[in-house]
């Protein structure tokens, strides 16, 4: 749901930009014209676009539902219960895939790449933002003391559950390096794959278009 939110917002502001744009450049309109075609634009703040949140657990897409509503989200957003490894959409359907701290969640992250193909239009992107391998050595070293005795410790006093979040570090630990990641998203069939480390590899945003 955030990751739609931030997607949303993006658009909107881009129209935004575009409607100034378009109106700087009819200065001979009168006030009126320009109010109605002001207010016309402002009527479609998203387009065509459309966004579309697939999660497979109910649950978790309830609560991303309660806040959008709370957030004032609604125009161009759906939400649809779905496996990633099969998804419920129609071959060349999207312009981009994102998956935000999920594919390392499925059963099988090959099926997921390739569906994510399937479902991109030609020519479209996909986004894949997870938690990846540390490059410094001694970071890696700190990170693990960090996530091995402190995050399950965390979880415990504060959500009073150790093993979800010792299940969150081991998963994480499980997911494969970048690069070998990198390779997988190639084979699914995309190309100019890369990927941007954040935090020194923390966390990795990794591409590859459909073409």
């Not at 697939?54 to 539902?65: P, Q, S």
């Not at 399950?152 to 570090?169: F, H, M, R």
């Amino acid at each position: 749901g955030d990751i739609a939110f931030r997607f949303i917002n993006y658009v909107r502001s881009v129209r935004e930009r575009q409607l100034q744009q378009k109106l700087k450049h009819h200065q001979n309109l009168s006030w009126q014209e320009i109010s109605e075609s002001y207010q016309e634009d402002k009527s479609k703040s998203l387009g065509n676009s459309q966004v579309v949140v697939c999660d497979i657990n109910k649950e978790m897409l309830k609560v991303g539902k309660q806040k959008a509503q709370h957030l004032g989200y609604s125009e161009g957003l759906s939400w649809v219960l779905g496996n990633a490894e099969e998804l419920p959409f129609d071959d060349d359907k999207f312009d981009v895939y994102t998956i935000a701290f999920g594919i390392r969640n499925v059963t099988r992250i090959d099926l997921a790449l390739q569906e994510a193909y399937r479902v991109l239009k030609p020519g479209g992107r996909f986004l894949c933002l997870e938690f990846s391998h540390v490059s410094n050595p001694l970071l890696s070293r700190l990170y693990d003391l960090y996530s091995f005795q402190v995050i399950p410790v965390l979880g415990e006093v504060i959500a009073g559950d150790w093993k979800s979040y010792q299940y969150l570090v081991e998963s994480i630990r499980r997911f494969p390096p970048q690069e070998e990641f990198k390779a997988m998203i190639e084979d699914a069939g995309f190309l100019k794959v890369d990927y941007q480390n954040l935090n020194s590899g923390i966390v990795a945003i990794h591409s590859g278009f459909k073409l």
